[in-house]
């Protein structure tokens, strides 16, 4: 959770306090949105609440959270207490302080930064650039060969071989998987093991597998599990995901995309000056904040082309993003 006092600050930064713009009758800060609280008469709305709830991670972006939850009504005593906290400062004249002044401009340009964010990558999400990067995918996707395949799995050797006898006389492999093999995850659904590529398959099943036609029963070879015995029972081509399988991993490329496009036109356009000497290390100020500020944006992955909405930008521009892999999703190995 944010530090109170950082987020006390904001309050007085975004004049949501006595001298703000959420006092007395003034207009809600969205569309239909309603008061909910006032405080000392400064208005708290329903958007102030979920907004806090989207910053603590209760719940996700573009969520709903109803007025009338539990939920609701502890982030509004917490909102409340983050209004009386920034009412005080304000009272005691912290807001004129030099340092306060320092953080309030530095929450200032977070929010503008944040607010950029937010509006460049509804422009860059939109369903016809994510149906553009899935059709663009599926062209270049390599696909492999699925196997369909089902297991009996023993503790001896003598076991499997008594079960492939039973095999030859005409037994049912489904029949035989519910009763004699040891596998819980498959014993119960006839051995099946579902659709699979060999690459992901321990390599006693892939040698096995290799080659084999729909129906035969191959085996019994030896695993870490016990004495195998399998059916193949279908291959096909690999299946691809659909369009709302993968829609998270598009979504999250156009945006990473979206913002290192940003970041490279305006560092391109700017004029910035690093004023430290060789990467030496600088004693910082007894002014800056510890463990009352906000805490620092965490170095992201090698490989990513820029921060997600909400993050600060970083300090330089990092390479672009590959496109993501949509491989359709394996079943689980034996």
């Known amino acids: 959770m944010r530090s109170p006092l950082l987020f006390a600050s904001v309050l007085i930064l975004l ?9 007395g009758g003034a207009a809600p800060p969205e569309a239909g949105d309603t008061a909910v609280a006032r405080v000392g008469g400064s208005a708290i709305y329903a958007s102030d609440v979920k907004r806090e709830a989207v910053a603590q991670g209760q719940i996700g972006a573009g969520e709903p959270l109803d007025t009338s939850s539990p939920l609701f009504r502890r982030l509004l005593d917490e909102v409340v207490d983050q209004r009386l906290l920034s009412q005080e400062a304000v009272r005691r004249g912290l807001d004129d302080d030099p340092a306060t002044q ?3 401009a530095a929450a200032r340009e977070r929010v503008l930064a944040d607010t950029l964010v937010e509006n460049v990558v509804a422009g860059a999400t939109n369903e016809a650039a994510i149906r553009a990067l899935y ?3 599926q062209r270049l996707q390599r696909r492999s060969e699925e196997i369909r395949a089902r297991q009996i799995v023993t503790g001896t050797e003598a076991e499997a071989r008594t079960v492939l006898g039973q095999l030859a006389a005409g037994a049912s492999f489904e029949q035989l998987a519910m009763e004699r093999s040891t596998d819980a995850a498959t014993r119960f659904n006839g051995g099946d093991l579902g659709y699979f590529t060999l690459d992901i398959m321990p390599e006693p099943y892939a040698v096995a597998l290799q080659g084999a036609a729909a129906g035969r029963v191959v085996g019994p070879f030896r695993t870490d599990a016990g004495w195998v015995l399998l059916r193949m029972e279908d291959r096909r081509p690999e299946q691809p995901n659909t369009l709302e399988e993968v829609r998270p991993q598009l979504v999250r490329f156009l945006t990473f995309d979206r913002i290192r496009q940003l970041l ?3 560092r391109g356009k700017a004029e910035i000056d690093v004023l430290l000497e ?6 910082e100020p007894a002014s800056a904040p510890g463990a009352t500020g906000r805490a620092a944006v ?3 992955p090698a490989g990513a082309g820029a921060v997600a909405p909400g993050q600060t930008a970083p300090a ?4 672009a993003q590959t496109a993501p892999s949509l491989a ?3 079943s689980p190995r034996p």
């Open 278 to 283: 060789g990467g030496a290390r600088t004693q």
């Open 298 to 300: 965490p170095p992201r």
């Open 328 to 330: 359709a999703p394996a």
């Open 264 to 266: 490279e036109e305006l």
């Open 102 to 104: 320092r953080r309030l």
């Open 15 to 23: 004049g949501a306090c006595d001298r703000g713009s959420g006092a």
């Open 135 to 137: 059709d663009d995918t």
């Open 316 to 319: 330089q521009t990092a390479p």
